[in-house]
């Protein structure tokens, strides 16, 4: 980035808030993308931004928007860099945008039950914040520690407890963002509108390709007064026949409009890798967390008990429950994997009940033709009236060369695998640059060419963290 660039930025924003420091410039050259930290820790040539910006507030956010778009400047925003698609990946010609420095809390409303934080807000502040008096924003990703709010709507991100307090579009009461020509918007007014389409989608998921989230309000609810735990082994004659039978608990128990927030279905693999002491052969594990008014949580467990027997599953020790709570926000080092001479990744999916299990067979059977493959599994943990996501969890070994290729081979696998079976290739990570190859496969070529129109009349200029998330057009 040119001196000149970065002297005016210092004249329009402070010099305190334009950073071309080399540590800070180091610390913001990825996200927490295994692809990209694989790179850093082979010792590739890494991009890193021509500066980084740590604005002050929202009117900060719009000089620097109108500045890049008027001398065509990309713009990355970053949240705090939990993202696993590659979201944040700068070249030296990019302005880095490091939202955290926006962290205020800026509003508790107790009666309507609102609470409005700056969008670099830490998730698990902003929660604990809440919890002291008495709520809980009910979103609870596993990076809970290590994400921000901005970046949860900006990803479209999903917590643990989703199945009764929805994913994040359900608890996001509205948002305030720059878009791309500097103008501040506030999108969402009341509780429900039907005032045309619903403008926060614009911005929510988009990974910073439509604008600048600068505060989110979300709707709080009050913290549950009960909360009970129980555990379930599912048996069937294969592991793949063990994941069908707790699917087909968890299809009974939410169709029969039960909502625990917390349903995770482990396959035989995972049992024995996350509960050893709690394995019970190749058996699947249900594991559930219920929460609410005593009475209707004493209601729900005991016909949760009665749908989940009488599908076939046998009671488990809550115990595994427990363990499961004390870890649940674990965040694993990739780094500890390269030195053991192995590559892994999560991905998560989802389909509707009907198409699930044949996309769990077929994805874990398409892994497990990957050359040094030697971990193929899933678990499911959020859960609708239509439908349930999976978790796959894949381990490579290879030499260091042929790592990276391996770990694409496994991601192309899955997604082709989920997509030729019928399910959609994309629960909560959201894209990144990771996806693009296979957003067709959710969106149609006629969605993609929408997204690429609306893209465009959004950002004309294109300084929206370019080459994210959007398909380029066909050559
Ligand atoms: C161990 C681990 C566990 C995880 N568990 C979960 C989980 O349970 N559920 C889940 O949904 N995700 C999970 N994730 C993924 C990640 O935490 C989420 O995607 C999270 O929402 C990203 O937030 P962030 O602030 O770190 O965003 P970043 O990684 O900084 O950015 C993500 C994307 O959003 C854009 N962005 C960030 N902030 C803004 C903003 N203010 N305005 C516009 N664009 C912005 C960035 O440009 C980028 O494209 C996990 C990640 C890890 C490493």
Redesign the pocket.
């Known amino acids: 980035m040119l001196d000149s660039t970065i002297d005016t930025l210092r004249d329009l924003l402070g010099t305190d808030v334009v950073s071309t420091d080399a540590e800070v410039l180091a610390s913001r050259r990825r996200?927490?993308w295994a692809a990209s930290a694989l790179r850093e820790w082979r010792g590739d040539t890494m991009g890193e931004p021509g500066c980084v910006v740590r604005p002050r507030g929202p009117e900060q956010v719009q000089d620097l928007v109108r500045f890049c778009g008027a001398n065509r400047i990309a713009l990355?925003?970053?949240?705090?860099?939990?993202?696993?698609c590659g979201?944040?990946l700068p070249t030296d010609d990019v302005v880095l945008l490091d939202?955290s420095s926006m962290s205020r809390t800026r509003e508790i409303d107790e009666h309507d039950l609102l609470a409005t934080f700056d969008?670099?807000k830490n998730g698990l502040e902003a929660e604990e914040e809440v919890a002291e008096r008495g709520f809980t924003i009910g979103h609870?990703?596993?990076?809970i520690a290590?994400?921000?709010v901005?970046?949860?709507?900006?990803?479209?991100?999903?917590?643990?407890f989703s199945t009764a307090y929805g994913n994040?579009e359900d608890i996001v009461y509205s948002i305030e963002?720059v878009l791309p020509d500097g103008e501040l918007v506030h999108l969402g007014k009341a509780p429900r509108a039907a005032a045309g389409p619903d403008l926060r989608h614009v911005?929510m998921g988009?990974?910073?390709t439509m604008?600048?989230?600068?505060g989110v309000t979300f709707s709080l609810r009050r913290a549950p007064e009960s909360r009970r735990l129980t555990a379930f082994h599912a048996r069937g004659a294969t592991p793949t026949d063990s994941m069908a039978l707790g699917i087909e608990a968890q299809r009974r128990i939410v169709q029969s409009d039960w909502r625990p927030p917390v349903m995770r279905l482990y396959d035989g693999s995972e049992v024995a890798r996350n509960f050893p002491e709690h394995r019970s052969g190749d058996d699947a594990a249900l594991l559930m967390v219920h929460e609410g008014p005593a009475g209707r949580v004493d209601a729900e467990v005991a016909d949760v008990t009665r749908i989940a027997t009488e599908t076939g599953l046998t009671v488990a020790d809550a115990g595994m429950v427990e363990q499961w709570l004390e870890s649940r926000n674990?965040?694993?080092t990739w780094t500890d994997f390269f030195e053991r001479g192995a590559v892994v990744d999560t991905i998560e999916i989802s389909a509707p009940w009907s198409r699930i299990v044949d996309v769990y067979a077929a994805v874990v059977a398409s892994l497990g033709q990957v050359e040094g493959i030697v971990n193929a599994s899933a678990h499911s943990s959020h859960v609708y009236r239509s439908g349930i996501n999976l978790y796959f969890s894949f381990a490579v070994l290879a030499e260091v060369a042929d790592m990276e290729d391996r770990y694409f081979e496994c991601w192309h696998r899955t997604m082709e695998a989920t997509a030729a079976n019928g399910g959609g290739i994309a629960h909560?990570?959201?894209s990144?640059r990771l996806r693009i190859p296979y957003l067709h496969h959710d969106l149609g070529a006629g969605g993609v060419e929408l997204l690429r129109t609306l893209k465009g009349a959004v950002d004309p200029a294109g300084i929206m963290?370019p080459g994210?998330?959007i398909p380029p057009p066909p050559r």
């Open positions: 996200d927490y990355m925003p970053f949240g705090l860099g939990s993202g696993v979201g944040v939202m969008a670099g609870w990703p596993q990076s290590v994400s921000s901005g970046g949860w709507v900006s990803t479209r991100a999903s917590g643990q994040v963002a911005v988009a990974e910073g604008g600048v989230v600068t674990h965040v694993p909560h990570h959201g990144g963290n994210n998330l």
